[in-house]
């Protein structure tokens, strides 16, 4: 009662939330993973600089901004202590959950030498000999290596990656509530989807039922575009305007407690007579090439095997990736473009991940994008967002 | 929103623009001595002229672009990139290429082979960003090759705009300042944090921002450091990050928000009321009243030749002390919304003083008055400096303070 009464102005949500999801209870599981594994690898301290990492280490909810931002180190942890240090942007302890003590955060600072000052002064830092880092830029390599003389430097995303892919039940709670409000504004939007409207007004539509739904941070951009078959998928929303007979894809993600909510559908633009039968083709090709991929989302299965249950189906793989790690946002794809045959029988499949699985068809007329996540358990992949695909699919 | 308050796209010539970019990289990158720039971060490849998503920055670590620029002054950049849309039409076909990964080794193997292709003679590469997988390792794939921090280059070409960047930062102000409107007239007692966004985000997209880049701010501010939460040092806690909170009558609300247009920022910040009739308090509009003299004195020292350390000693000859030391009298504003210079931040005056101010710079000038136990007032104000002074590119007025 105490604690209610000393933040009397909490909106609704959190007490639902409290409910939900121990959050402390989360936060230490959180941080004894990474310092398990900082142990492991002998890291006497790690700097991350990516607000995810940050995140998962921390539980700090700091200003969110969309792009990476240049590489700044504000979140240091250090094994021997067990501490966690962090940097507020807006000076206020207010966003910093209370294990990080009021003495281990620090005002966000323009002058990287005060930093520096920060750094020396945390105890575990100077004496540290393996240092981990999510990334780095070379006016921060340049100040630290002097600082840090005889220390090692070694990069540690694929450490970060391996702890979040593989999901505690607190996570997967936030992760079913993130992709519970993409799917009620990705619906929002299809019931927006008629002759006459734009693009914009498709994504502005999104992005609106998102906050009224309690959060105004977003995993992308969205994608809210008139397919056209014969082309590839259109990522950037534009002022065309929807005419009947067209199909469009309606792609959006959303941040709930840092976790990442997505999905993609293909929505109808019509009249009572609804689809054709060609337009209903798309769908259906879209579907068999998923049913495929979504069956080897299974334990001991690899990147590998989605791209060659992909690849089964017969259609032409698509520009983006195949399948990627859902958690704290994204966490690395297992297939896709770029990734070389042994770089996806690296990205095992393993119980209690989260994988978004997309896939594209064209066509000669018409196409047919979606995504879905799904949870990879013991029994089997288990979907996650399963909002129905409209007029297409019927 | 009714359309004919959309901000209405001006006419940008943006292969003018990459060109004149491009030129501007290619001065920078002479000036310092770099063969090729290898540009990771995605407001340096908006600036090279390659687009993508905006989108959360670990889905952009992941789905990431490329873009490496050389110092042949005819040759377009090289681009390995998931979103062929975004590569303009004066880049070839035969430079753009499927993605590199870069946040696994064997997408940094991929970057050494192509930096041997298309910069086989480079004496001295310059990155903007290094990821995990480059540490302790990038030096060992680039033998021969001396490595450098690409900022050095973008930063220096990025500091002074054309008059295309200018038209595009208009806009992106423009769009975001009709949103705010909207905001503004929805600012009641009982309405949450989370309804000003949607109000917000709604109004941004319909009318075709690019992307909003931070989570909008509604800063619910206590009149006295001591009522508000403990900070680090001593002062006022902004900008705290939104949530699902009611607004409250009377309270005071610091906002603050930020889209893209074509990839240039845009910068809102104002101090509003929370009221059916909102009025600030006699003590409040005396806050007002020192900011706007604060302004004054710092837009008449705004010419080419000043520097940035005389606008810093302008407005501490009015007010003395800024609140919220840990932020700045402003900074610069481009392909990156708080991009270098900073202004009288903690990088001292000494640094502000190595700034000279020149036609096509763009600043944010968002300087904070307070009074412990009235409370205060801040406002961002986007000036870009001109041949014989500035002009403004923020339009919105100063309700309910004016």
């Known amino acids: ?394 | 929103m009714s359309p004919e308050l959309r901000a209405t796209a001006p006419a940008v010539d943006f292969a003018r623009m990459r060109g004149e970019r491009r030129a501007r990289l290619r001065e920078a990158m002479a000036a310092n001595g770099f063969d090729a720039l290898v540009l990771i971060g995605p407001s340096n490849q908006e600036y090279a002229g390659i687009r993508q998503p905006t989108a959360d920055a670990m889905r952009m670590h992941h789905e990431a672009v490329v873009v490496i620029i050389t110092s042949h002054p005819d040759e377009p950049p090289f681009v390995w990139t998931p979103f062929p849309e975004g590569v303009p039409a004066d880049v070839p076909p035969d430079h753009v290429h499927g993605p590199l990964l870069l946040e696994f080794p064997e997408g940094v193997g991929a970057l050494a082979r192509a930096i041997g292709e298309v910069a086989p003679a480079a004496a001295r590469i310059g990155f903007d960003e290094i990821t995990a997988p480059m540490i302790g390792v990038l030096p060992g794939l680039l033998t021969g090759i001396e490595l450098g921090d690409a900022t050095l280059a973008t930063g220096a070409a990025r500091i002074v705009k054309t008059p295309d960047e200018v038209a595009c930062i208009r806009h992106s102000q423009h769009i975001n300042e009709i949103a705010m409107y909207d905001v503004e007239a929805a600012l009641r007692p009982g309405v949450r944090q989370n309804e000003l966004s949607a109000i917000f985000l709604r109004g941004v997209f319909e009318q075709g921002a690019s992307s909003s880049i931070i989570d909008p701010i509604w800063s619910i501010t206590p009149l006295s450091v001591a009522a508000g939460s403990l900070t680090a040092n001593g002062d006022v806690g902004f900008p705290l990050a939104s949530n699902d909170r009611f607004l409250r009558e009377g309270d005071l609300i610091l906002c603050d928000t930020g889209i893209t247009w074509m990839g240039y920022h845009s910068d809102f910040g104002k101090t509003w009321i929370c009221s059916v009739d909102p009025k600030p308090t006699a003590a409040q509009r005396e806050c007002f009243t020192r900011w706007r003299e604060v302004m004054e004195a710092v837009y008449a020292t705004i010419k080419p030749g000043a520097t940035c350390g005389d606008l810093v000693r302008a407005a501490a000859g009015v007010e003395p002390k800024h609140a919220l030391r840990h932020f700045y009298l402003g900074h610069g504003c481009g392909c990156d919304s708080g991009e270098p210079p900073f202004i009288g931040s903690d990088l001292g005056i000494a640094f502000d003083d190595t700034v000279e101010l020149a036609p096509g710079m763009v600043f944010v000038l968002e300087p904070v008055v307070w009074r412990d136990g009235v409370g205060g007032y801040r406002s961002e104000e986007i000036v870009v400096v001109t041949d014989d002074g500035f002009d403004r590119l923020t339009t919105y007025g100063y309700s309910p303070f004016a």
């Open chain 1, 1 to 394: 009662m105490t604690d209610l009464l000393s933040t009397p102005n909490i909106g609704t949500g959190l007490l639902e939330h409290r409910d939900r999801v121990d959050f402390a209870a989360l936060r230490d599981a959180r941080r004894a993973r990474v310092l398990t594994e900082m142990k492991a690898r002998g890291l006497d301290a790690c700097f991350f600089g990516r607000e995810a990492n940050a995140r998962y280490v921390s539980g700090v909810r700091r200003l969110w901004t969309a792009q990476t931002r240049p590489f700044a180190p504000g979140c240091l942890v250090v094994l021997g202590t067990g501490e966690v240090e962090l940097l507020s942007f807006s000076a206020s302890y207010e966003d910093i959950p209370a294990e990080v003590g009021p003495d281990h955060f620090f005002p966000v600072t323009w002058n990287p030498m005060n930093m520096m000052d920060w750094f020396a002064k945390t105890p575990g830092v100077l004496d540290a000999r393996r240092i981990g880092f999510d990334g780095l830029s070379p006016l921060f390599e340049g100040l630290l290596r002097p600082l840090l003389p005889e220390a090692e430097f070694v990069g540690v995303e694929d450490m970060m990656r391996d702890l979040r892919r593989h999901k505690l039940p607190a996570e997967l709670a936030c992760l079913r509530t993130a992709a519970a409000i993409a799917e009620s504004a990705l619906y929002a939007t299809a019931t927006e989807v008629r002759p006459g409207v734009t693009e914009h007004h498709l994504r502005a539509a999104f992005f609106e039922r998102m906050c009224e739904l309690g959060t105004s941070q977003f995993a992308q951009q969205g994608t809210f575009t008139v397919l056209d078959g014969r082309a590839p998928l259109r990522w950037t929303t534009s002022d065309r305007v929807l005419a009947a007979g067209d199909v469009v894809a309606l792609a959006g993600g959303v941040l709930w407690a840092g976790y990442e909510g997505s999905l993609a559908r293909t929505w109808w633009c019509g009249d009572r007579a609804g689809p054709s039968k060609a337009a209903r083709a798309g769908f259906t090709r879209w579907r068999a090439v998923m049913d495929r991929v979504i069956e080897q989302c299974h334990i001991g299965a690899t990147g590998s095997d989605l791209r060659a249950a992909y690849q089964a189906s017969g259609e032409p793989e698509p520009q983006m990736s195949i399948a990627y790690s859902v958690g704290l946002g994204h966490e690395g794809p297992l297939a896709g473009p770029g990734m070389s045959p042994a770089l996806e029988r690296a990205q095992a499949i393993d119980a209690d991940m989260v994988l978004g699985v997309r896939a594209f068809v064209g066509g000669d007329d018409f196409g047919f994008f979606g995504e879905d996540m799904v949870l990879v358990t013991a029994d089997g992949p288990v979907p996650i967002t399963t909002i129905g695909h409209g007029p297409l699919a019927s």
